[in-house]
C-alpha cells in the first residue's frame, strides 16, 4: 500500500461528528414539547445533569451524540409542522390588507385603520393606516423608495409593526419570556444564567462526576451566592449600605458568645393531647429561608429612637416588652421559649407579628409596648429578583431530578444567610442585622403555618424551628404536598397515646 493509500483509507474510515443547533436552542426545543430533563435523559440513557450541560454549551461525542442529533432534529420537525397546521390557510400575505393584518395592527398603540387611503408621509402612495397621527405604510415591501413628500414626524420602524409569520419564529414571538432590567424588560433568554453556567462548567472540569461537582459547588456557594445577588442587583432603586456602624446590641458580647438579639425560634410541645390514641405527622416545610428572604429589610444605616411608636415603613431591630400570652395549650408563643421576664430585643419580624395578633381580627394580645428602635427605611423587595433567581433555579432541578443543582442552590441560601454576621467566608456584605431578620421571618413564617392548621381545625402538636410542624388530623385538606417552597413533605408519621378500651360490663342477672 502506498502512502496515497493509506491516506485514502484513512479519510473514507473517518466520521465528521454530526452538526448540533445551539445549546440554547437545545434547551428551546425540549421545554417547547413539554418534555423535562430526566424524561430525555432516560430515552438517551445519561443523567439529568448531562442533559444539562448539553443545554449549557457542553457536546457530547460518539453515539449519544448521534441519538441527541436525532432528538433534536425531529422535535424541530415536529415543531415545524405543529405550528404549520395551526396557520390559516387563507392567511393573507404582508401586503394584502386582509382582516387578520388589520386587527393586529389596530390593537397595537398608536396606530388607526383609515376609512379612506391617505397619501403616505414617508413615499406619498396611497396607505390605509395612520401611526401616532401620520398616514403610512406598516410593510416596507408597500412603501416606495422615494423620501418622504410630507415630513412632518418620524414615523417608527414599519417592520416592526408588522404580523409574525407563520413557522416557528411564530412561536418565538407570541412566548417570549422577560424579566424586568431596572425600568425596562429584557428577553430571559439574554439574561445569563449563572447557576446553571456554573453547574455545566463544574460538570465538565470534573467529568460528570456528580459527588465530586456537588462538592465542588458547595464549597464555592458563599461567592457564588454574592455574584448571584450582585447581577440581581443591577438597576435597583436602592443602593444597599454593605458595612453600615451597627449598635453594640448587634455585637456578640464575647468572642464565642451572642449578641442581645431574641429571634424567637420556637421549640414548642403542645403539654397535653386529649385521650385516645392519636396519629400525628410531622410535616417538613420547604426552603424555609429561602421564603424568608421576602421580608422588610432595613436598607441604610441603623437609627435610634424611642417611643411606643412603630413606623411601617422602617424595619430593624426594637426593645420591646412582650405581651402576656395565654394560649400556649394550643399554640406557640410568638416570641418562641424565653424562661427570663422584661424586656428584650426582638426583630421586625416578632413585632410585626405581635402587632398583627394584638389586632381587631386576631385579638390574641394586648399589643407589645415598645421602647426604643434601632430602624432605616426598608423594602419588602431587597432581595427578591435574588430569591426569585434561587426558587426558579431550585423548581427546575426538582423537576429534572437535577440533584447537583438542587444541593448547589440549597447551599447558596442558606450559607447566604449564616454567614451576613461576622464570618471569615462573605467579607462582601456585613449585615448582622439582615441574618436576624431573616431568621426570624422563616420562624414567624411557621408560626402562621401552625396557626393556618389550628384555625383549619388540625390539631397543632409541636413547631420546631423553621421548617418542623407536627398536627393531627386530614393536613393535606390544608396544605399542599409536594417539594416546592409553598408545598410541605413529610418527614415521619407516628403515633401517641392508646386507644380507648369500653370498660368491661357486669353479667346480666336472669330476672
Known sequence: MTEFDAIDALLAGAKQEIPLPPAEERRSLREELNLSRVQLAKALGVSASTVGGWESGRDPSGEVRAK???????ARTKLDAAAAAEAPADDPGPGDNGPAEVDQAVGMDDVDALPVPQSCVLCGQPARYQVEGFPQHLDPAECGTAGPTQPKKPAPPAASRQP???????????????????RRVRAASETPDLIGSAVAAVLAQHAGDVETATAALVKRAIPDAMALLDHTRKGGRYDVVAHPWLPDILRKQTARGADQIWEARPKWTRPELPAGQHEVTALDINGAYLSALKTHLPIGQLEHSTGNDHDRRRAGVHLITPPVWDHDAYLPNPIGNRDEPGPLWVTEPTLRLLLRLAGPKYGLCDPPEIHESWTSGATESLLEKFRIALKDARDRAITEDDDVTLEYVKQMYSKFVSTLGESNYNRELYRTDWMHLIRSQAFVNLWWKAHRAYDEGLMV???MGTDELHVT???RAVFPEGRSVTEVKVKDVYTVGTEQTQPPQPPETPS
Not at 441527541?68 to 425531529?74: K, N, S, T
Not at 407563520?166 to 432590567?181: E, H, L, T, Y
Open 164 to 182: 409574525a409569520p407563520a413557522g416557528r419564529q411564530s412561536r418565538a414571538a407570541s412566548g417570549v419570556k422577560v424579566v424586568p432590567v431596572g
Open 473 to 475: 388530623g386530614d393536613w
Open 68 to 74: 441527541y442529533a436525532y432528538f433534536l432534529e425531529g
Open 461 to 463: 402538636v409541636r413547631a
